[in-house]
């Protein structure tokens, strides 16, 4: 039996409401009748929560366009798409395309120099962006016209000077590829796999970086091989834990967006900006400078963006850094009580999986340390159900620490006891099982059997065992996702995991 499409009802569900109300309009131009059948086939899908075809056929049953249900699918699907480019091409921030259309158009009714005159704005916008590929399809459309009059000065123009301009576009570009192929191969293990854990790993990262190119900036020929190359530095000491290097990096990233004029600080370059804020800001928070980074959350939440995407990607990316300030200074109970009324929206907002994997780790942990136990673990069993593995393995795999430590809390003593060896067969079978862990797992494994006072010096033991890790430059990452150390100075001293993290971290009244 033949699967039944789902293209059709994805591309429905992912609308906007903006974009549905235009499609609306748009199809109204196709109406047959009294009635647009592709407008009621668009309202009985979006209405389904799960596409049901057999539902669809019922509903509609005695209509002619039923009868080849496939066919009226196409046409919709291709109206809709036809829909969106028109619309997103009124709403676009990037006018090259129409403005190629519009040359080409005139180019084929004959206007020759009114489509050069839009192709000399083509280029203006391709150039002010360096869209290298545009740059390179203006000097066609040029080319083409030149020969297609027969326009022998033209032509020698060409032959003589803008051959040169077009090859050193293309040198340009190649150059712009080579540090985005820095930059990519910099952060793909770090998006798999997270902080640096082995030797092995960080002479990777610095073998990444033995190309003579990639020695010095001023080999970097754009401004986006620039921004690439200060993308791959920041990652690259932030891994090794040169935090100085990292944040020189990052605010020099940032200096460079903001020398930019206002009118080239959109779109991608919006985007990438609003990126490099919140590096920033990572690195403030690794450098314990709290106030610096509050100051940039600030910033990040000021930024007047200029689509509903964008909009949507900053109040989420800006909400989790503002989660993760609450829990870098133990203000836990702070940020229960200040996100609460965002969290929902947050997470049914967020769509990518590693920044998805992110919120439910940092929801997980602001409960845990707030002692909401119960919503805790509801935000660590999100996290554990994510079907991505490979995205945020590190995350992921700590998740499950985390885990241990909300069960062991709640006194699920017979489920710990299980969930300690199937976290550990996991650990083991996917190369996770650092010191750190081994050392959680070997006393949780024993735990239930201990009583009251050899707890107590299970505690102790395991203190002084992970204090002995902390100068130990792989094993210490593991500290940066969960602080173990001040949990189990709680316990030792009988006091709030809460109050033990505020003391080790300073006083802060953050106002946001």
Known sequence: MKTVSLELFQLIKSLSKQEKRYFKLFAARHVIGKENKYVQLFDAIDKQQAYDEVKIKKKFVGQTFIKQLHVTKNYLYRLILNSLRQYHESNSEDPFPVLMRNAQILFKKGLIQQSEKILDKAMKSATENERFLQVLEVYRWKHQIINSRNDVKGLEQY????????????????????????????????????????????????????????????????????????????????????????????????????????????????????????????????????????????????????????KKRLFTRSYNLEIDLYISTGQFRKGVSNLAPVVNELTDSEKEIHHR????????????????????????????????????????????????????????????????K?????????????????????????????????????????YNELSSLTDNEFEARAFEYFDILSWLKGKLEDRDFEEVTIEKRGTLDLVL
């Not at 660590?380 to 992921?396: G, T």
Request: hydrophobic share 40%.
């Open 422 to 462: 199937s976290t550990y067969r996991f650990l083991l079978k996917r190369k996770r099982l650092y010191k750190t862990e081994s050392i959680v797992l070997r006393f949780l494994k024993k735990y239930p059997n201990f009583t009251d006072k050899q707890i107590l010096k299970g505690f102790r033991e395991m």
């Open 357 to 420: 994997i992110g919120f439910y780790y940092n929801l997980a942990y602001l409960n845990f340390g707030a002692g909401n136990y119960n919503v805790a673990l509801d935000w660590i069993n999100s996290l554990l159900d994510e079907p991505e593995l490979k995205a945020r393995a590190d995350l992921y795999s700590f998740g499950r620490i985390l885990n241990l430590f909300i069960h062991y809390e709640l006194g699920n003593d017979q489920l710990l006891e299980y969930i300690v």
């Open 159 to 310: 032959v003589n000077v803008d051959f040169q301009k077009e090859i050193g576009i293309l040198d340009i570009y190649k150059n712009y590829l080579e540090f985005q192929l820095l930059h990519d191969n910099i952060f793909i293990p770090y998006w798999k796999q997270g902080g640096i854990r082995k030797a092995e790993e960080k002479e990777a990262y610095s073998k990444m970086f033995e190309d003579e190119l990639y020695q010095d900036i001023e080999n970097a020929k754009s401004f986006n091989a620039r921004m690439f190359y200060h993308n791959a530095r920041f990652l690259y000491y932030f891994q090794i834990s040169e935090w100085e290097k990292c944040l020189e990096h990052m605010q020099a990233q940032v200096l460079m967006f903001e020398k930019l004029d206002a009118n080239l600080l959109k779109g991608d370059r919006e985007a990438n900006y609003i990126s490099s804020l919140i590096n920033l800001y990572i690195i403030q928070k690794q450098l314990h400078q709290y106030e610096e980074g509050l100051l940039n959350l600030r910033k990040l939440r000021e930024i007047p963006t200029s689509s509903n995407a964008l």
